[in-house]
């Protein structure tokens, strides 16, 4: 039986390829001011804008219904903590997860995340431990509590020796396979990394393949698949155009490359100051115009 929680040892190559994307990226906008195009659906805020707004609830309920399976009628959903909040004094952008809540009572929370973390895992368990905990107060019996559903989309992959890009969590026995159905929790997982080429015929396959595009020409491709996904498609476009938004986006974005900048700092400035001269390098390795295989390679030649 595969360990991963989720995957515990991400890899450099991996950690190459992700970091290359920021600092490209990174660069491109302290040079030219705003490089995209389009804002990336992937972006934590972005999802949120899209997805966790009241006035596109048909779409959230289009993308849940192609992920989790319950009655038609339990899809008359009803937004929970909406507005951005702070879970902790040191986080400084907000929880932004998209919280809501079934007809029937149940709790679904859906999260995307693009960078990987070794401790994902049990970041997921709290955060639905707490859910289920939320439900009930002094004084109550236990048939208040809700099945919660996590739902937990990655750029990043999870399990690195499986291939499905979808997986389903519940309380089994592994020796049997029984399924301890009275426990009303669920963890699901989406690695948009492992999506295939080919088209599966789902709702669920344009949905991430939505999630994954960056050029218009992909955008407006899924956009005919699917009315909803239109609707996001366009949505998406009017928020990238919309220059408060991506000046917010790039603030954001710099928070948040400076937040860790500061973090890696305070656990070991003189580590730290061997990453940035690191950083530096591959900076120039850039401005040579070489690709990432050939800075991993010239680094690993070092």
């Not at 991430?208 to 020409?217: A, D, G």
């Not at 949505?235 to 900048?261: K, W």
């Amino acid at each position: 039986m595969q360990n991963d929680d989720l995957a515990p040892n991400i890899g450099v190559a991996l950690w190459l390829q992700i970091y290359f994307e920021e600092i490209k990226m990174k660069k491109e906008f302290t040079k030219n001011g705003f490089p995209l195009d389009i804002l990336p659906p992937t972006d934590d805020w972005v999802f949120k804008l899209l997805f966790g707004d009241e006035r596109n609830k048909s779409m959230l309920i289009d993308l849940l219904q192609s992920i989790v399976e319950l009655p038609k009628e339990d899809f008359e959903l009803t937004f929970l903590d909406t507005h951005l909040k702070k879970e902790f004094e040191e986080d400084k952008l907000g929880i932004l997860d998209v919280k809501v809540k079934t007809a029937s009572g149940k709790i679904i929370n859906i999260e995307i995340q693009v960078n990987p973390q070794n401790y994902i895992g049990k970041r997921v368990s709290f955060y639905k431990s707490r859910m289920v905990l939320g439900q009930i107060k002094e004084g109550d019996k236990y048939d208040v509590i809700q099945k919660v559903i996590c739902i937990l989309i990655t750029s990043f992959p999870l399990f690195p020796k499986k291939h499905d890009y979808l997986n389903n969590f519940r309380f089994y026995n592994p020796k049997n396979n029984l399924l301890f159905e009275k426990i009303p929790e669920e963890i699901i997982t989406l690695e948009l990394s492992k999506l295939p080429e080919y088209n599966d015929g789902s709702i669920l396959y344009s949905w991430l393949q939505f999630l994954k595009s960056r050029k218009k020409e992909d955008f407006e491709m899924v956009a005919e698949t699917n009315l909803e996904i239109r609707k996001a498609v366009d949505t998406l476009f009017h928020l990238s155009a919309d220059e408060v938004i991506r000046t917010a986006y790039y603030d954001r974005l710099q928070a948040d490359l400076d937040r860790n900048s500061q973090l890696g700092e305070a656990r070991d400035e003189g580590r730290n100051e061997g990453r940035n001269e690191g950083r530096m390098e591959v900076l120039r390795f850039l401005d040579e115009g070489l690709t990432p295989e050939e800075i991993k390679q010239r680094l690993s030649l070092k």
